[in-house]
């Protein structure tokens, strides 16, 4: 089998089994000449059931027009907010909270989504976590 030559990758945030031809998938797509509304299906049939939540596509596309793509986790940022049951980060972080976590629920972040991120062991993958939480003014206790 040849290997189709790729033209460029996309990286798309957006709503599981929501996806719609408006932005951001529309223009991102169409400048491609690619077929917007068989990825807005595939993307939410693919994501049905996880829907409510953000799941990143990263959409590969090769020079005969063709695509590919494939889903990661929800960001750390969403996982926290689920977690939290918030609705934003604080947007003054360090003056004011958003929210507290257990270090274990941060470790379990952690591990759901070590797949993704650019490490290889869990405490680096804790790090991170922890550093997406600070920033959206979550304290982090023992």
Do not use: W
């Amino acid at each position: 089998m040849v290997a189709k030559k790729v033209k460029t990758i996309i990286k798309l945030n957006l709503k599981a089994g929501e996806a719609t031809p408006a932005p951001p998938v529309g223009p991102a797509l169409g400048q491609h000449g690619l077929p917007i509304m068989d990825f807005v299906r595939a993307y939410n049939e693919k994501t049905a059931d996880k829907k409510g939540q953000v799941i990143p596509a990263v959409i590969t596309v090769y020079v005969d027009r063709t695509f590919s793509f494939i889903t990661k986790l929800p960001p750390v940022a969403e996982l926290i907010k689920n977690k939290l049951g918030l609705e934003k980060g604080s947007g003054k972080a360090g003056k004011e909270t958003a929210g507290t976590m257990k270090k274990s629920d941060i470790e379990t972040i952690a591990r759901d989504k070590m797949e993704d991120l650019n490490c290889d062991n869990v405490e680096a993958a804790i790090k991170i976590v922890e550093g997406t939480a600070r920033s959206m003014g979550v304290k982090i206790e023992a």
